[in-house]
């Protein structure tokens, strides 16, 4: 089981991920998918803006932190004001 701890940990860094994707010009979106066991993947679409190997690392931390993503974007940013006035 995970610390509260350890969940706002995760919180915070998927906060700065997002704030950090956004300046990017990438777009988030979270879709139902079956075959993950979450229920649900984080997609990044804009990556080819960006070189491969970069590409390749912004898609491996959205996966870590994909708990985190999912709740910034379906709505829990309702604790995180400048994530509203970026949107």
Do not use: F, K
Not at 20 to 31: H, N, P, T
Not at 35 to 46: A, F, I, K, P, T
Not at 54 to 82: C, F, K, M, N, T
Request: proline share 5%; with cysteine; glycine share 4%.
């Amino acid at each position: 089981m995970t610390s509260y701890a350890e969940l706002n940990r995760q919180r915070r860094r998927a906060r700065s991920l997002y704030l950090e994707l956004r300046s990017l010009d990438l777009s988030l979106a979270v879709r139902p998918d079956c075959q993950d066991l979450r229920g649900y993947r984080v997609e990044v679409q804009g990556l080819r803006s960006l070189s491969p190997r970069h590409a390749d690392r912004v898609q491996q931390r959205v996966e870590e932190y994909a708990p985190g993503l999912a709740r910034i974007l379906d709505g829990a940013s309702r604790w995180v004001p400048e994530l509203r006035a970026i949107r």
